[in-house]
T-cell receptor
Framework: AQKITQTQPGMFVQEKEAVTLDCTYDTSDPSYGLFWYKQPSSGEMIFLIY??????QNATEGRYSLNFQKARKSANLVISASQLGDSAMYFCAMREIGQAGTALIFGKGTTLSVSS | NAGVTQTPKFRVLKTGQSMTLLCAQDMNHEYMYWYRQDPGMGLRLIHYSVGEGTTAKGEVPDGYNVSRLKKQNFLLGLESAAPSQTSVYFC??????????????FGPGTRLTVT
């Protein structure tokens, strides 16, 4: 069964510093996608970044990058130059692409606190 | 284009009462999902639908029923609410024709308390 593990319940970082949020996954499907979502205190789920299992390059979206290490089954989110507005809960998620309609499976999340 | 909407936003129920949560999307998406979010547990899939008239069980389906009579609507029902169903409920949808990179569009959530 597919599984997502986020081992850091909380992370603390100062403004302008970089931070890495860890995510490991487990799946037997060779075709899958990895996602990161941000959930601020207001509660909405905001899509940040996607990495496909066959993508050769690590995904980047502005200050977000995904450090994809396929052999280790890890998909860590790197946030460069942290901002106060980055304080939120972050979820790693995965979908096995082989079957139609499959849902995202989420990790338990990491709470990021950015201080000035 | 409202995206994914959920009704109601908040609700308090007494144990044993029933209610229906409505999810509506205006993006013509094939796939729709219901999740619940509990502290420290992340989002867990309750039920999902791959098209009008179809539904399937997710990770935590017990105590819930769903229906997808119209493509744009996905209803989540609680027949006899229990305190363990106190949670935040999220609906999501996704385009069936999109590539694997297509993320799920989430509704704003419904905060349900069962006393």
């Amino acid at each position: 069964a597919q599984k997502i593990t986020q081992t850091q319940p909380g992370m603390f970082v100062q403004e302008k510093e970089a931070v890495t949020l860890d995510c490991t996954y487990d799946t037997s499907d060779p075709s899958y996608g990895l996602f990161w979502y941000k959930q601020p205190s207001s509660g909405e789920m905001i899509f940040l970044i996607y990495q496909g299992s066959y993508d050769q390059q690590n995904a980047t979206e502005g200050r977000y990058s995904l450090n994809f290490q396929k052999a280790r089954k890890s998909a860590n989110l790197v946030i460069s130059a942290s901002q106060l507005g980055d304080s939120a809960m972050y979820f790693c998620a995965m979908r096995e692409i082989g079957q139609a309609g499959t849902a995202l499976i989420f990790g338990k999340g990491t709470t990021l606190s950015v201080s000035s | 284009n409202a995206g994914v909407t959920q009704t109601p936003k908040f609700r308090v129920l007494k144990t044993g009462q029933s209610m229906t949560l409505l999810c509506a999307q205006d993006m013509n998406h094939e796939y729709m999902y219901w999740y619940r979010q509990d502290p420290g547990m992340g989002l867990r899939l309750i039920h999902y639908s791959v098209g009008e008239g179809t539904t399937a069980k997710g990770e935590v389906p017990d105590g819930y029923n769903v229906s997808r009579l119209k493509k744009q609507n996905f209803l989540l029902g609680l027949e006899s609410a229990a305190p363990s169903q106190t949670s935040v409920y999220f609906c999501a949808s996704r385009d069936g024709l999109a590539s694997g990179s297509a993320g799920q569009y989430f509704g704003p959530g419904t905060r349900l308390t069962v006393t």
